[in-house]
């Protein structure tokens, strides 16, 4: 099970961290995504993470505001969101992987948390 937490509600240009939680699987061998979904629009991908946490990827919309990481030893990924804009406005989800390396794709995750909302202000 995944569990995220961390959204809430931010002014734009602020930061928040989401943590996801996995309980009952060990994530370290598994690449991890993180995933939003803003009212009307589609899933969309917007980091992941190889199992080692060496590779990393980001879509162009976050790219150089957010950060992943991940802590193995916690069974724990993170996602650092700096310089937050109302468009980044959205149900955040972490997913595992199935296999070690970078996965983009909704149809490549395997076990998905229940998201939390990231609410953003102008």
């Known amino acids: 099970q995944l569990q995220a937490s961390g959204g809430g509600l931010v002014q734009a240009g602020g930061s928040l961290r989401l943590s996801c939680a996995a309980s009952?699987?060990?994530?370290?061998?598994?690449?991890m995504g993180w995933f939003r979904q803003a009212p009307g629009k589609e899933r969309e991908s917007v980091a992941a993470?190889?199992?080692?946490?060496?590779?990393?990827y980001y879509s162009d919309s976050v790219k150089g505001r957010f950060t992943i990481s991940r802590d193995n030893a916690k069974n724990t990924v993170y996602l650092q969101m700096n310089s937050l804009k109302p468009e980044d406005t959205a149900v955040y989800y972490c997913?595992?992987?199935?296999?070690?390396?970078?996965?983009?794709?909704?149809?490549?995750?395997?076990?998905w948390g229940k998201g939390t909302q990231v609410t953003v202000s102008s």
């Open positions: 009952g699987r060990t994530i370290s061998s598994y690449g």
């Open positions: 997913a595992s992987g199935r296999g070690r390396g970078i996965t983009t794709g909704s149809s490549g995750m395997d076990y």
């Open positions: 993470i190889s199992w080692s946490g060496y590779s990393t």
